[in-house]
């Protein structure tokens, strides 16, 4: 047999199974799910590649950006639509959060991690409140509307938050929450296991608060920041 000409698909699964999980999972899906052979489709779609995605490219300085267009139109169109059921875990930064979160039902999604975070994306996203709006110009009857449209992911699925604040941000400026959005947070994921909240924006601050401002029943690993050791007691 001349070996020379033994191509890729020529492979039996489990070596082609083998030489995917070497690639990055995201370049795997990118480059090849949908684009050949049914049992291609088959192998790239297994739960090794699809468990957990990450959106966020990391530069040589160290800043934190989305994934360029060209790639999130992809996932958006084709790909996060037919493996949404297999992924439990979801690294997101602030800009393309929503069209990724749009995309899909996410039936199993329990981790979300996202970079660039604002207090304004809470107040956005994290609440329960509904806002009023016309059905149309026609008609007169007011129709309300859930000001969060991931309320049943966040609310019911979400057990496991990290919220990373964006670097050189204005702070007082920023600032929506006296706490940061601490208590928001435990107040709205009702399912929260483990919080992580970091970056400069996000201090926490005990010291003349209600009691109620962190509660959690459900809570069992907490990471924050906090002014000093004095608040862990307060």
């Known amino acids: 047999m001349n070996r020379s000409n033994i191509k890729l ?53 160290d800043d934190i950006l989305p994934v360029t267009d060209l790639i999130l139109d992809r996932f ?55 806002a009023k709006r016309k059905l149309n110009v026609y008609n007169s009857q007011d129709n309300y509307i859930d000001t969060s449209p991931f309320r049943r992911i966040f609310q019911e699925q979400i057990i496991d938050l990290s919220l990373v604040y964006k670097h050189g941000i204005d702070i007082l400026a920023e600032r929506l929450y006296r706490n940061g959005v601490h208590g928001h947070v435990l107040t709205f994921f009702k399912s929260l296991q483990d919080l992580s909240i970091t970056g400069l924006p996000s201090l926490l601050t005990l010291f003349d608060s209600p009691l109620t401002t962190c509660s959690s029943s459900t809570l069992s690993k907490l990471c924050v920041f906090l002014n000093g050791f004095g608040e862990c007691l307060a």
């Open 76 to 130: 958006y169109m084709s790909i996060l639509p037919k493996i949404d059921h297999n992924i439990t875990s979801l690294i997101l930064e602030s800009q393309s959060m929503e069209r990724i979160l749009r995309a899909a039902d996410y039936p199993n999604l329990t981790k979300l991690k996202i970079y660039n975070f604002l207090d304004k994306i809470a107040s956005s996203y994290f609440t329960g409140k509904k």
């Open 9 to 61: 698909l020529d492979l039996p699964t489990e070596i082609l199974f083998i030489i995917l999980q070497r690639l990055d999972n995201m370049d795997a899906l990118y480059s090849l799910f949908d684009v050949d052979t049914h049992r291609l489709n088959t192998v790239v779609q297994h739960k090794a590649f699809t468990t957990a995605l990450n959106f966020v490219l990391l530069t040589s300085t």
